[in-house]
């Protein structure tokens, strides 16, 4: 699986899987799932590295935010629901309108790059730390890519599940810690 993204990234066209009955698009979602979950968290590791060796301070994280402003159900539900389909909708739903037009690649490339920028407002202080941003926001980028690839081949509603899937998993141990603190 690795290497059909691979070969779209180097060269994305908009030709999704025809024929293919819905076990093997489980198949591919559970792959692709697995790879995005594993690059979000390796970046994130090496975002953590460098931002300690640097002795970066980017201020509180935009989750840490909503745990304080709001329940955790409703932090799941935003997280998990409401963000996946706008997100998706907002920056994978149009890719169809360059479906047939030489310029497909360079909507598929900006709409991985906007995503991931538009995740710099997690970032507190993201402001005083531009020069990081391609490091700050290379697992959003990365799933972007991803999300981009699930869109073409599968459909919108596959990169929705996706994406959803994607920030369940992500979120679930700050959800768990968010619970078991708050029944300590």
């Given at each position: 699986?690795?290497n059909?993204?691979?070969?779209?990234?180097?060269?994305?066209?908009y030709?999704?899987?025809?024929?293919?009955?819905l076990?093997?698009?489980?198949?591919?979602?559970?792959?692709?799932?697995?790879?995005?979950?594993?690059?979000?968290?390796?970046?994130?590791?090496?975002?953590?590295i460098?931002?300690?060796f640097?002795e970066?301070?980017?201020g509180?994280?935009?989750?840490?935010e909503?745990?304080?402003?709001?329940?955790?159900?409703?932090?799941?539900?935003?997280?998990?629901?409401?963000?996946?389909?706008?997100?998706?909708?907002?920056?994978?739903?149009?890719?169809?309108?360059?479906?047939?037009?030489?310029?497909?690649?360079y909507?598929?490339y900006?709409?991985?790059?906007?995503?991931?920028?538009?995740?710099?407002?997690?970032?507190e202080?993201?402001?005083n730390?531009?020069?990081?941003?391609?490091?700050?926001?290379?697992?959003?980028?990365?799933?972007?890519?991803?999300?981009?690839?699930?869109?073409?081949?599968?459909?919108?509603?596959?990169?929705?599940?996706?994406?959803?899937?994607?920030?369940?998993?992500?979120?679930?141990?700050?959800?768990l810690?968010?619970?078991?603190?708050?029944?300590?």
């Open positions: 699986m690795i059909a993204v691979w070969n779209f990234v180097k060269n994305p066209i030709l999704p899987y025809s024929e293919i009955t076990q093997e698009k489980k198949s591919i979602f559970i792959k692709l799932l697995i790879l995005n979950i594993s690059f979000s968290f390796g970046l994130g590791l090496l975002l953590g460098v931002t300690s640097l970066v301070d980017l509180n994280h935009g989750l840490d909503l745990f304080k402003k709001y329940n955790l159900y409703l932090v799941f539900l935003l997280a998990v629901i409401v963000a996946p389909i706008l997100e998706e909708l907002l920056f994978r739903g149009p890719l169809l309108l360059f479906k047939n037009s030489k310029f497909f690649k909507a598929f900006a709409s991985a790059l906007l995503f991931g920028a538009i995740h710099l407002t997690n970032f202080s993201y402001a730390f531009l020069w990081l941003a391609p490091i700050l926001v290379a697992p959003q980028t990365v799933a972007g890519v991803f999300l981009g690839f699930a869109r073409v081949k599968l459909g919108l509603l596959w990169s929705i599940l996706l994406h959803a899937c994607h920030n369940g998993i992500l979120l679930t141990p700050f959800l810690s968010n619970l078991i603190g708050a029944t300590l």
